[in-house]
């Protein structure tokens, strides 16, 4: 057995692996782009680059054929830029569609297609096993105890074939935890991945789920008992090729850095487009230096789960933006305009012709701004991430919302009220802003980003286009236009072709929105909270201080005496908390104190004799905006109000930011809860009470 083929003892032999796998669905990045990722990475501190495009014939569909001359020529190019610039280059194949394992014929071609990619200069290798069949042929059911058997039998065969390479990654078929049966750490699958597969072998995960939301430490501490090793993150966060309507500008988030040191590396499989990956790419290379902010840093004990004390995701995106802006101002590129574009000049360069010069009478030169960091803000908050709209989206829609909800139609009013047109001017500008964003975009001098994002951006503006104008018929300022009326639209009147259509069928839409999920399929479960909530109760209760007001940061904000509770600082009173679940989780709380006294002591509030004798007891109760229906929120503080009632007590309060116009409407509409007077109260916030 030959020694581990390029460790340098003492160097960086088991170094952080982090960069970018090309692991998607469709048409593979080009050389030229590649070759732009290598000079990316290595000026952003990243080292690995994962080849597996899935559709590259050779890679997958005819993993058997050889390199032709021409083919090899490229490879052999693209690995040496790789070196050049730093970068670990690894070859992946997918031979999971039609292998046999048992055959020595079918191990043979694998090393032989491998042996040939070695010779081209490679020298790191992986095998991914994702998105195959898992069912055995019945050769290989003879041969092998198992699916795992088979696979891990060809892999080691493989590895040590190769020589042991310092690098050699192997993606499991069961990559994330939904895939596991019945789950991670009983899962027999990766028992025998995690007990058989040499441990020179790096494994491939992706986490809870194909394109995770968030991964915690605790699922990687779980899954890397069971594999024996800490596995290499492939993060589908920034991956596309599901949807063609969809693209990710939003930052590398909800990862934790305390990964860091748990993870062997972490590779990301972003957008199929090669040009907006700038921000998946550089803030994943942000997160990766986080360890350097170690120490002092995380000695800092944070309740709120989500915040980082080494990583702030928006500052992440704006030092992300703040670069790529000036790529969209570069002209060396295919395709981009040969002259530089100064902030004075017309932005249509002609170069056949620059010098022309309108005559009087004539038409001016067409002239645009030139894009902002403002621009590119509202683009990543557009197009942000797969769980999570960007502010400015979620700020759209729940305007927009608000707007349908209040209008004449929605109200016996007989004229919209000053707050209704001031919010409805507010949206328009929003609007207006999309509008003059892609403007300037059109006009950016590096047309190869443009031509990447330029179906996004259409489709973007033509969605705000048709809200816009809803609005302003909305409001009565326009009468809907005749192609609006119109029997025979035009094709852009009936978006989203055939599988739109599909959708449209469905119930609901077939879909779940990220703003509004369908409330009539839900259920709801109420049960009794118990100490293990308290991580999820502080997480909704974070989310919904933040969606309340928007960028201001929770500890700027004034504390209220029912925060204690909802941050898990005080344990609510015996019987009186409840928890709300549906079938992605926890998704509300109603908690009380029976007794307010220390909870309003504990932020030295003092609050008067006379309330809490009409009012003793406190309640706090939240639900994400996920649970459109009302009654599981009112069916909890139902239960909530009985229990405190049982326990003595005469009556409760509750205390509210004014920004939480949710949790106001909620208590407004029970009917029994009015607002109270209450001295001390801080800036900006009311106080409710019922009697009981
Ligand atoms: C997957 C595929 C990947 C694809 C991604 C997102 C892995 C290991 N495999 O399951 O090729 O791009 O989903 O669609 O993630």
Redesign the pocket.
């Known amino acids: 057995m030959s020694k581990p083929s390029d460790a340098k003892p003492g160097t960086d032999e088991r170094r952080f692996i982090s960069g970018v796998v090309e692991?998607?669905?469709g048409r593979p990045w080009t050389m030229e782009q590649r070759t732009e990722l290598f000079k990316r990475e290595q000026k952003w501190g990243l080292n690995t680059y994962l080849y597996a495009p899935?559709d590259d014939y050779k890679h997958r569909m005819y993993w058997r054929d050889l390199y032709s001359a021409e083919e090899a020529e490229q490879l052999i190019a693209l690995i040496s830029a790789a070196k050049q610039h730093n970068v670990e280059f690894i070859y992946a194949i997918s031979p999971g569609l039609d292998v046999t394992f048992s055959n020595p014929k079918e191990v043979a071609a694998l090393k032989r297609k491998l042996d040939q990619v070695k010779g081209f200069g490679c020298s790191s290798f992986s095998l991914l096993f994702?998105?195959i069949e898992t069912e055995m042929c019945p050769a290989d059911k003879q041969a092998f105890g198992s699916f795992a058997h088979a696979q891990v039998d060809i892999t080691n065969a493989v590895y040590q074939h190769l020589g042991q390479p310092h690098t050699f990654l192997f993606?499991p078929t069961d990559?994330c935890a939904a895939f596991c049966t019945p789950n991670v750490s009983q899962s027999s699958y990766l028992h025998t991945v995690g007990e058989k597969l040499l441990p020179g072998i790096d494994i491939?995960w992706?986490g809870p789920k194909?394109?995770s939301h968030r991964i915690s430490v605790e699922s990687i501490e779980e899954v890397s008992s069971v594999l024996k090793r800490a596995p290499v993150i492939?993060d589908?966060i920034h991956?596309n090729?599901?949807d063609p309507q969809r693209l990710f500008l939003g930052p590398f988030k909800d990862r934790p850095t305390k990964l860091i040191p748990k993870l062997r590396g972490v590779l990301t499989?972003p957008n199929c487009e090669f040009y907006p990956n700038f921000v998946a790419i550089h803030t994943l290379a942000t997160w990766c230096k986080a360890t350097a902010a170690e120490g002092e840093a995380r000695d800092v004990e944070m309740d709120d789960e989500e915040y980082d004390p080494c990583y702030s995701p928006q500052e992440a995106l704006t030092l992300a933006l703040t670069d790529w802006l000036q790529e969209f101002m570069s002209t060396h590129q295919p395709g981009g305009l040969k002259k530089d574009c100064s902030e004075e000049e017309p932005m249509q360069t002609d170069v056949g012709d620059s010098s022309y010069v309108p005559g009087p009478g004539e038409n001016p030169l067409y002239t645009a701004e030139p894009l902002s960091l403002e621009d590119l803000r509202l683009l990543s908050d557009l197009f942000y991430l797969p769980y999570q709209h960007g502010l400015t989206a979620r700020t759209m829609l729940h305007e927009l919302d608000w707007l349908k909800n209040h209008s004449l139609a929605a109200t016996t009013k007989t004229d919209q009220s000053a707050e209704w047109c001031s919010r409805a001017q507010q949206f328009d500008n929003t609007c207006e802003a999309v509008v003059q964003m892609f403007n300037r975009l059109s006009n950016a001098p590096n047309r190869s980003i443009l031509y990447d994002l330029y179906n996004y951006i259409c489709d973007i503006k033509s969605g705000v286009g048709l809200a816009r104008a809803y609005v302003k018929t909305l409001g009565g300022q326009a009468q809907p236009s005749a192609q609006l009326m119109n029997n025979d639209p035009e094709p852009w009147g009936f978006r989203g072709g055939l599988s739109g259509e599909f959708q449209r069928m469905l119930p609901c839409h077939g879909n779940r929105d990220l703003f509004r999920h369908p409330p009539m399929t839900a259920v709801y479960c109420i049960r009794p909270y118990c100490p293990a909530d308290k991580v999820e109760v502080q997480r909704i209760f974070r989310d919904m201080q933040r969606a309340a007001v928007g960028k201001v940061p929770p500890m700027t904000q004034p504390s209220l005496i029912c925060d204690s509770l909802s941050a898990g600082d005080m344990a609510p009173s015996p019987q009186c908390a409840h928890v709300l679940e549906d079938e992605m989780g926890v998704c509300g709380f109603a908690l009380a104190l029976t007794d307010a006294k220390p909870a309003a002591a504990k932020i030295q509030r003092a609050v008067s004799d006379s309330v809490l004798e009409d009012f003793p007891s406190l309640v706090t109760i939240q639900v994400l905006p996920r649970v459109t229906d009302p009654s599981p929120a009112k069916r909890m503080i139902g239960l909530l109000l009985s229990s405190i009632k049982s326990s003595g007590s005469r009556g409760v309060f509750c205390e509210l930011r004014q920004s939480d116009r949710r949790m106001i409407d909620f208590y407004t509409k029970l009917g029994s809860f009015k607002p109270i007077k209450m001295a001390g109260l801080p800036q900006d916030t009311i106080a409710m009470g019922t009697r009981l």
Request: glycine letters at 6%.
């Open positions: 692991g998607f669905y899935k994702d998105d993606c990559y491939l992706t194909v394109v492939w589908n991956a090729d599901y499989n």
